[in-house]
């Protein structure tokens, strides 16, 4: 009886704790280019020990970060959702070598406007955060991209 009454209480201390752990906070801006060209900037602040996988990984590996925006008559995407320089290392979680961001991470989609009246551009992405002894569950995440806002999260 000891010892499934050990076994509930562990389970239910693992499970309060994955619930509270948050490794990654998201920021969202736009910088002006020039003329009609903007930049959607999405940055991400990791916390020490965590990292975040980069868009272009092993499909045998981690869940890749990856991006959506909603489609929209007032702006088209311009190229890819570029990132900041990754670090490849060999990663025990997966066992293999990796990309991925430790500390911090800078994703930018160029879009040009073609309306005057755009307020905000949303989407959505999609990350999975990884220590050296476990993964958290995939997160998604809604990115809003306030044109009236120089900042924000």
């Not at 499970?15 to 948050?22: F, G, P, R, V």
């Not at 020990?49 to 980069?54: D, H, L, P, T």
């Not at 499909?59 to 490849?88: C, W």
């Not at 961001?101 to 551009?121: M, P, R």
């Amino acid at each position: 009886m000891k010892k499934h009454i050990f076994i509930l209480l562990a389970f239910i201390s693992f499970n309060l704790i994955s619930q509270i752990e948050d490794p990654v906070d998201w920021t969202f801006f736009v910088e002006k280019i020039q003329d009609n060209d903007y930049n959607l900037v999405i940055e991400a602040k990791i916390e020490k020990g965590w990292n975040v996988y980069s868009q272009h990984v092993d499909p045998d590996g981690p869940i890749p970060t990856t991006f959506s925006f909603k489609d929209s008559p007032d702006y088209k995407l311009i190229d890819s959702v570029q990132e900041s320089n990754t670090i490849t290392k060999f990663d025990p979680v997966f066992q293999m070598n990796l990309a991925s961001f430790q500390k911090e991470a800078t994703f930018t989609q160029k879009v040009k406007i073609l309306s005057d009246t755009i307020s905000s551009i949303m989407g959505e992405l999609e990350f999975m955060a990884c220590n050296s002894t476990m993964c958290l569950p995939p997160e998604y995440v809604t990115m809003i991209f306030d044109f009236k806002k120089k900042k924000f999260n």
